[in-house]
């Protein structure tokens, strides 16, 4: 398991929230960070205040799971020791105070092939106190509802507090509620966060950088706190509840957080999954309370998949389990049920990209867990397949109806037609599914014949123009190159196997006849020892990461390989001794013979963590020196923070985020669950 300390640098905590429905994240000092539940994919509330939970023992000292708190004078109530650990969808935040531990468990469900469940607004708290006896759990979470706070107002059903604002109107994205619900023997239905403005003001501050601390001091002197429930009028006010149970030696408290948004926004004008299924967030957080235990226990079931694969190392299974975690921080599942997976949602939205190893890296888990999710999105790309055949990058800008053709583009990319005869053949070969093969034939054909107008020699592979396009895109190459024709000729073998299956024998007999016009030209590039990146333009040396991705794709599929063993294991080993050690902290793309990095572009000089996993998984398959390649990618990852948000690119020179405002939440890097699938 991954673990921080409260010193440690943390980019971004576990995400937890259902598939498409958002999520919230606790980091390594006990905050709510990096909101995204109200339709703000790309753009994340950096911080919520007003979430805190105290411990009060009837036998020791009261404390905050939490450091650097926001309170002036209750600054020494928080944990000696705070320690973060996350296995997703899980995260666990553990603080000590003298002798007293408190742990507390935080996940939302991801069950395998249980998709309602699976995409359920809603975050699970469970804490366990040790070295105590008895005593008080407070937590509490602030009325962030409504783009605008005035409206806001709390109300108190039982055991749970919803959060509302009266005035939200309908074109609002944060329109809808959020509930509180648990273990409960008492609540503060409502108060003000906000220190008074004189006390803001005298310690040269405003409302942000402290909270009221009244509500907590009532707790911790046996008080009945004085509730003001109302609507809020007025910027300085910032309403939360606040929950109050009692704990016994050995007791489990739990708590659930729900939330359902009705509004919509301008750049993503799309209702959600869970909509379907409940009307408001108090169903949401009753069901999900009825069902605590077991919605905890299967949501383990996808980890005892990877924990029962003995062959590897417990760090890697920690690592291959983590990176899915972009299925609760990057997807899009609509009230049509349309799914989709943003690229990085952040810093470049594109819903649905592929080639290059994006969607078809982080889908792996996909096929894994929810292949009908994978059909969802298969059926919208093919959807979208332009007039002329092109298959294009993405499906939209915040968007599952604008596709793109791709970020350089134009002119149209040379990869993305070979990625979707692979993504559709990979579907079938995961889930024998040949009705839907039988759907897509026509389209993949389609996709064959454009990408055949794009080898203007007619020697039998597409050639390069120079102008990016490719997924390598912020890199010009002209000519014929090593990763373009890789995967080329897979998606060659793919739809020679599914002419095959399909009894279609014309397209069997040209696909065989191309396949070793291909193999051809693809040997030219081989040097005795490994592939040139390219042919053309810019003239270079060097041993290219990228050379191989389409045996990758081959090995997955169990097809035949694209070309003769010998060469493959040439290739991989002038990678893993060259590539491999040319970096301290991770494997570049473009290395020289003589170890350098090739500095003619940032595509070059940078590993993509996505493309090392994949290559590593097939040539871990011949030589196990390549799972140290892998550990030393992951744990450049570990020590920069990066786990739960992993970047496009790694700068080989100094090993963090190239560019410094990075690719975020990259879509493929989930491509170490190849390793799952690869014998």
């Not at 403005?197 to 509500?215: G, H, Q, R, V, Y």
């Not at 390598?472 to 998606?491: E, H, L, N, R």
Request: glycine letters at 6%.
């Amino acid at each position: 398991m991954v673990e921080y300390s409260s010193v440690d640098k943390l980019i971004a905590g576990v995400p937890l929230g259902g598939i498409g429905a958002g999520k919230i994240e606790i980091n390594n000092k006990g905050k709510v960070v990096n909101v995204t539940i109200f339709n703000n994919k790309g753009f994340p509330i950096p911080n919520i205040r007003g979430f805190h939970i105290l411990i009060k023992p009837d036998d020791g000292n009261p404390f905050f799971l939490e450091k650097d708190l926001p309170f002036i004078s209750l600054k020494h109530l928080e944990s000696d020791i705070l320690i973060y650990e996350g296995l997703y969808p899980f995260a666990y935040l553990i603080g000590i105070k003298d002798k007293i531990r408190a742990k507390l468990t935080a996940f939302s469900p991801l069950i395998p092939r249980n998709i309602n469940d699976s995409t359920l607004p809603a975050v699970g708290f469970s804490l366990k106190i040790e070295g105590s006896n008895s005593g008080l759990i407070a937590i509490s979470f602030p009325n962030i509802v409504g783009s605008n706070p005035i409206g806001r107002v709390n109300r108190s059903d039982e055991d749970k507090i919803i959060f509302t604002n009266l005035r939200s109107i309908d074109t609002d994205p944060r329109k809808g509620e959020i509930v509180l619900m648990g273990d409960t023997t008492d609540l503060i239905t409502q108060y003000n966060i906000n220190v008074k403005p004189e006390i803001a003001l005298k310690n040269k501050s405003w409302k942000e950088k402290f909270e009221n601390e009244d509500p907590w001091k009532s707790i911790i002197n046996g008080e009945k706190y004085k509730e003001d429930v109302h609507e809020v009028s007025g910027l300085w006010d910032d309403p939360a509840g606040m929950l109050i149970t009692r704990y016994n030696k050995d007791s489990e408290i739990k708590f659930v957080l729900s939330w359902y948004i009705r509004g919509k926004h301008v750049l993503y004008p799309y209702g959600t999954y869970y909509q379907r299924n409940f009307s408001n967030a108090i169903e949401i957080a009753e069901y999900f309370y009825k069902n605590f235990e077991r919605l905890r226990n299967q949501s383990t079931n996808f980890h005892k998949i990877v924990y029962n694969n003995t062959d590897l190392p417990e760090w890697l299974k920690d690592a291959i389990i983590n990176s899915a975690y972009i299925l609760s921080s990057n997807t899009i599942f609509d009230d049509k049920e349309r799914f989709s997976i943003y690229e990085s949602p952040e810093v470049c939205p594109c819903v649905g990209t592929i080639a290059a190893l994006c969607y078809e890296g982080g889908s792996l888990p996909l096929l894994l867990l929810f292949p009908e999710l994978e059909k969802s999105f298969l059926t919208l790309l093919a959807n979208n397949i332009r007039e002329d055949g092109y298959v294009p990058h993405d499906l939209g800008i915040h968007s599952l109806d604008h596709p793109v053709d791709g970020t350089t583009s134009p002119p149209k990319w040379k990869d993305t037609n070979p990625t979707f005869i692979l993504l559709v053949y990979r579907y079938y070969k995961f889930t024998n599914d040949l009705d839907f093969l039988k759907e897509m034939y026509p389209k993949m054909l389609k996709a064959m014949k454009w990408e055949l107008t794009q080898d203007k020699d007619k020697d039998g592979v597409p050639e390069l123009e120079g102008q990016g396009d490719t997924g390598f895109d912020a890199m010009s190459v002209k000519g014929i190159d090593s990763y373009t024709t890789s995967i080329y000729i897979a998606s060659i073998i793919a739809l020679k196997e599914t002419a095959k299956i399909l009894k279609d024998n014309d397209t069997l007999n040209e696909m065989t006849i191309l396949l070793e016009k291909s193999r051809k030209i693809f040997s030219r590039l081989f040097n005795g020892k490994y592939f040139d990146p390219w042919i053309g333009e810019p003239e270079i040396k060097g041993i290219f990461l990228g050379q191989l991705v389409g045996e990758w794709w081959s090995e997955i599929l169990g097809l035949e390989p694209i070309i003769e063993e010998e060469k493959i294991s040439s290739a991989l080993e002038a990678m893993l001794s060259i590539n491999a050690n040319s970096s301290n902290f991770c494997t570049p793309n473009i290395v020289s013979e003589d170890g350098k990095i090739i500095d003619i572009s940032p595509q070059s000089y940078s590993s993509w963590p996505r493309l090392v996993f994949a290559i590593s998984s097939i040539g871990y398959k011949r030589n196990k020196k390549w799972m140290d390649v892998v550990k030393k990618e992951w744990e450049n990852l570990v020590k920069k923070g990066l786990v739960w948000n992993q970047p496009s690119r790694i700068n080989g020179f100094t090993g963090y985020p190239d560019p410094e405002i990075y690719l975020d939440h990259y879509i493929g890097n989930a491509s170490i669950w190849s390793f799952l699938l690869i014998k």
